[in-house]
């Protein structure tokens, strides 16, 4: 599933992906805690917040996302403007009227640059072709289950309450 990220988006993006354009041809892994890492989970969660509340929401309640950044390209970037793709893992949620919280586990693509585009694996039988297609051999399972998963549903939901 493509979905391209609304106007807004772009403008926000604008000077951090500036440095951005190119191919996505070399991906890297990102591990936990290095600088890198945390700015592209910085920047997957915000883009996330936005395009998880426009496809989900209506209520004026805030949306809440954890994300864990595995992959970027290109491979060698230093700093979160020099990269043209990233992956993470995604857990999102916003209130229901109920005032409960809906969570949403995902894994997603992000390409940046001129218009930044998000990508989703599409649930049933394509999912796992989808998961092959969007997402390069990092070393990362994501057909399973994530052992992070706990603390990413913790981390939302903290999230959620603070907002």
Known sequence: ???????LLCAALLL?????CGDDDGAMPLRR??????DADRLVR?????????????????????V??????????????QLTTIWAKTVCGAPGPDGMLSLSMVPVKITLGDRPELFVPQDGASYTS??????????????????????????????AAAG
């Open 16 to 20: 951090t992906t500036l440095a951005g």
């Open 130 to 159: 989808d998961l092959e297609k969007l997402f390069p051999d990092l070393g990362v399972d994501l057909a399973g289950e994530w052992p992070e998963f706990p603390d990413m549903r913790a981390e939302a939901e903290a999230r």
């Open 1 to 7: 599933m493509l979905r391209a990220l609304p106007p």
């Open 68 to 81: 864990r950044a595995f992959g970027a390209a290109p491979e060698g970037a230093n700093n979160v403007g």
């Open 33 to 38: 805690g290095e600088a890198l890492t945390i």
């Open 46 to 66: 915000q883009l996330m917040e936005i395009d998880f509340k426009d496809r989900t929401s209506t209520e004026p309640g805030r949306v809440a996302c954890s």
